[in-house]
């Protein structure tokens, strides 16, 4: 009957509607003539109607010719008839339209993905106008859009899972199942996250996100993706997901940073879901020479994974000392922390603990810099030759590159050509993608959080 009644496209395309609003109208009238207390239900679906579309109803006129006509009024002040309303909010004012039919008697109206006709911002309006307008009806609305979950009312969530062999129910409230509502406290994860994603992925930045909804989208498209901040935060989440029994199976991934092979080994044990680049950072797995040479050879320039491995070191060479530096402070920070102030002192005390604490903590680091810089730069010369690819901070060896082969104007133009071609010859895909690759899909097929060697 709403497609039917969608579809008329004629100025007199609601006339169903449009005497519906006339008799609500005439009825507030005699109220009032009356003196009655009740509700001017003709003000209810027109205020409904402003807030979900921004356009004013005005009310019934009367034309001697054609008799009663209701126009519609835009933010600029034009106005329009009825029939000049869009698709989307022809199908909104059907709603209301029903709606407040069914309220009059208690029915049930069934309503199977109203984001077909609706525009996004009509879909995040609807059940605010829904709400204020149901009273004894009855709403079921069959949906996948972000929009219309994120905007229907927690208590009225219903999940409906695939059938199988079991005697399991179908429909689950989403707040009858605790431990998701916690998900959604701990680490903001949404309602429609929850019902539309097949798994979890938490990653460090917004580069981590982007980069891999470019590389694998089938796999991404699945994935809700919560973006930590940083390495410290994406083990806290790793620590809250293990505490909370959800149903979800989930993944978190990290940059090695200067981490050595123990100390990575040790952490997968502890974080069993934990997924750690094998290189410095993203960045670092997309300087391959392989891909490098694949994009190059493509955009007309002779050069062999060979060459471009070569030509990467000699970019990386100069930042041997910025990578000595980061290691040199890291040591220091482990020997030495930031002061602690004791708990139960007041607030300025504390300040003063913390400041008095950083200059011991500072004149120990001073004292210490010349030992354990001589002790990290004899260990990261022995490390430089076979690990030069892992330890380079990447962003800059990135714009090194870029300078050496000037084909590319920007950093980013480098960027996009290679992750593109990462994406559309897995052929030529660094091994450290294809790994991770590989996990998420293990982790979207169900498997239990497996521990990487």
């Given at each position: 009957m709403l497609d039917s009644f969608i579809r008329q496209r004629s100025p007199m395309s609601l006339p169903s509607i449009a005497s519906y609003l006339v008799t609500l109208d005439y009825q507030a009238f005699l109220a009032g003539r009356q003196g009655l207390d009740v509700p001017n239900e003709y003000e209810r679906l027109q205020s409904a109607f402003g807030t979900a579309t921004g356009k004013g109803l005005h009310l019934p006129e009367y034309d001697p010719v054609h008799g009663s006509n209701i126009e519609v009024e835009v933010s600029a002040g034009h106005r329009h008839g009825l029939g000049a309303l869009s698709s989307g909010e022809k199908e909104m004012l059907a709603i209301m339209y029903f709606v407040r039919r069914l309220s009059a008697s208690g029915g049930i109206l069934c309503i199977d993905e109203p984001e077909q006709h609706l525009h996004p911002t009509l879909q995040a309006a609807l059940f605010k106008a829904m709400?204020?307008?149901?009273?004894?009806?009855?709403?079921?609305?069959?949906?996948?859009?972000?929009?219309?979950?994120?905007?229907?009312?927690?208590?009225?969530?219903?999940d409906l899972k695939a059938p199988d062999d079991g005697?399991?129910?179908?429909?689950?409230?989403?707040?009858?199942?605790?431990?998701?509502?916690?998900?959604m406290g701990v680490l903001g994860v949404t309602p429609a996250s929850l019902l539309q994603s097949d798994a979890i992925l938490v990653v460090e930045g917004e580069t981590d996100a982007k980069w891999l909804g470019t590389l694998f989208p089938i796999e991404l498209g699945r994935t809700h993706v919560i973006v930590a901040g940083n390495a410290d935060k994406v083990l806290a989440a790793h620590d809250a997901l293990s505490s909370l029994p959800i149903e979800l199976p989930w993944l978190c991934l990290r940059d090695r940073d200067l981490l050595k092979d123990d100390e990575i080994a040790e952490m997968q044990s502890r974080y069993p879901a934990l997924h750690v680049w094998p290189k410095r950072a993203i960045e670092s797995v997309l300087l391959d020479g392989r891909l490098?040479?694949?994009?190059?050879?493509?955009?007309?320039?002779?050069v062999t994974?060979?060459?471009?491995?070569?030509?990467?070191?000699?970019?990386?060479e100069p930042l041997q000392e910025e990578v000595l530096a980061a290691i040199v402070e890291r040591e220091l920070s482990r020997a030495f922390p930031p002061p602690v102030p004791a708990a139960g002192t007041g607030r300025f005390a504390r300040m003063e603990q913390v400041y008095r604490g950083y200059v011991e903590v500072n004149r120990n680091r001073a004292d210490e810099l010349t030992t354990v810089l001589e002790r990290e730069r004899t260990l990261l010369e022995s490390r430089w030759p076979t690990e030069w690819?892992?330890?380079?901070?990447?962003?800059?060896?990135?714009?090194?590159?870029?300078?050496?082969?000037?084909?590319?104007?920007?950093?980013?133009?480098?960027?996009?050509?290679?992750?593109?071609?990462?994406?559309?010859?897995?052929?030529?895909?660094?091994e450290g993608f294809e790994e991770f690759r590989l996990r998420l899909a293990s982790t979207l097929g169900g498997g239990a959080p497996q521990a990487r060697a």
């Amino acid at each position: 009957m709403l497609d039917s009644f969608i579809r008329q496209r004629s100025p007199m395309s609601l006339p169903s509607i449009a005497s519906y609003l006339v008799t609500l109208d005439y009825q507030a009238f005699l109220a009032g003539r009356q003196g009655l207390d009740v509700p001017n239900e003709y003000e209810r679906l027109q205020s409904a109607f402003g807030t979900a579309t921004g356009k004013g109803l005005h009310l019934p006129e009367y034309d001697p010719v054609h008799g009663s006509n209701i126009e519609v009024e835009v933010s600029a002040g034009h106005r329009h008839g009825l029939g000049a309303l869009s698709s989307g909010e022809k199908e909104m004012l059907a709603i209301m339209y029903f709606v407040r039919r069914l309220s009059a008697s208690g029915g049930i109206l069934c309503i199977d993905e109203p984001e077909q006709h609706l525009h996004p911002t009509l879909q995040a309006a609807l059940f605010k106008a829904m709400e204020g307008l149901a009273e004894r009806a009855q709403i079921l609305v069959v949906s996948h859009s972000v929009n219309l979950i994120t905007a229907a009312p927690l208590g009225g969530l219903i999940d409906l899972k695939a059938p199988d062999d079991g005697s399991a129910n179908q429909l689950e409230r989403l707040k009858e199942k605790p431990d998701r509502l916690e998900l959604m406290g701990v680490l903001g994860v949404t309602p429609a996250s929850l019902l539309q994603s097949d798994a979890i992925l938490v990653v460090e930045g917004e580069t981590d996100a982007k980069w891999l909804g470019t590389l694998f989208p089938i796999e991404l498209g699945r994935t809700h993706v919560i973006v930590a901040g940083n390495a410290d935060k994406v083990l806290a989440a790793h620590d809250a997901l293990s505490s909370l029994p959800i149903e979800l199976p989930w993944l978190c991934l990290r940059d090695r940073d200067l981490l050595k092979d123990d100390e990575i080994a040790e952490m997968q044990s502890r974080y069993p879901a934990l997924h750690v680049w094998p290189k410095r950072a993203i960045e670092s797995v997309l300087l391959d020479g392989r891909l490098i040479s694949r994009v190059l050879v493509l955009n007309g320039v002779n050069v062999t994974p060979t060459e471009v491995e070569g030509w990467l070191r000699e970019c990386a060479e100069p930042l041997q000392e910025e990578v000595l530096a980061a290691i040199v402070e890291r040591e220091l920070s482990r020997a030495f922390p930031p002061p602690v102030p004791a708990a139960g002192t007041g607030r300025f005390a504390r300040m003063e603990q913390v400041y008095r604490g950083y200059v011991e903590v500072n004149r120990n680091r001073a004292d210490e810099l010349t030992t354990v810089l001589e002790r990290e730069r004899t260990l990261l010369e022995s490390r430089w030759p076979t690990e030069w690819h892992k330890l380079a901070e990447p962003k800059a060896l990135m714009g090194n590159l870029q300078r050496r082969t000037p084909l590319f104007r920007t950093v980013s133009a480098l960027e996009t050509a290679l992750l593109v071609r990462a994406r559309e010859e897995p052929d030529f895909r660094p091994e450290g993608f294809e790994e991770f690759r590989l996990r998420l899909a293990s982790t979207l097929g169900g498997g239990a959080p497996q521990a990487r060697a």
